[in-house]
């Protein structure tokens, strides 16, 4: 069983995160970012003033110094890792690129995190999640979407995701008791 969980919204509170260094920098967002959809909160012209924001001059700050989403969740991931069978596997994903990457790996270093495998993907390769998983447990609309018939989606609740279906909901990854379960 090949179990895979999004790092983004399910492990670390990205958007929060965003906010705060978008704040500590520029000015105060339009509201609070509670959808990924990142220019609608903020005051660039253009989505390369975005990326370049995140990727190139803020990277650590965003990706690497974010809280998790849910206090101590890591740690129950780990928990859930260590008593996991055998023949599972667990996958970690998410959609960094450049030197968000490395943050990232710092991030979930920090955190003492524990996987077989973390993997990053783009909009091209976000469809291969679902070759290598079994089970997926994200927030990600994007990955929602391309879940085939034959897979087990188990969806985190946020306010952008509400709309979407699933095999299940949580409200955080700390429902779920051990793997073999879902």
Not at 49 to 73: T, W
Not at 115 to 138: A, G, H, L, P, Q
Not at 149 to 163: A, H, P, S
Request: aromatic share 12%.
């Amino acid at each position: 069983m090949n179990v895979t969980v999004s790092i983004n919204e399910v492990l670390r509170d990205i958007l929060g995160r965003f906010q705060l260094i978008y704040e500590k920098y520029y000015q105060e967002v339009k509201s609070d970012v509670i959808t990924p959809d990142l220019m609608q909160y903020i005051h660039f012209s253009a989505d390369t003033e975005l990326y370049d924001f995140l990727y190139e001059e803020s990277p650590m700050e965003i990706f690497g110094q974010a809280k998790e989403s849910e206090n101590n969740v890591i740690r129950h991931l780990v928990e859930l890792y260590k008593k996991m069978p055998s023949d599972y596997k667990l996958t970690l994903v998410s959609d960094d690129f450049g030197r968000s990457k490395s943050s990232t790996l710092w991030f979930l270093a920090k955190y003492g995190c524990c996987c077989d495998e973390i993997k990053f993907y783009n909009i091209d390769t976000m469809k291969t999640i679902w070759d290598y998983s079994d089970v997926v447990i994200t927030a990600d609309k994007e990955i929602i979407s391309c879940k085939p018939e034959n897979k087990k989606l188990i969806v985190v609740d946020r306010i952008f995701n509400q709309d979407v279906k699933s095999d299940k909901r949580i409200n955080n990854l700390k429902e779920i008791e051990n793997f073999e379960s879902i």
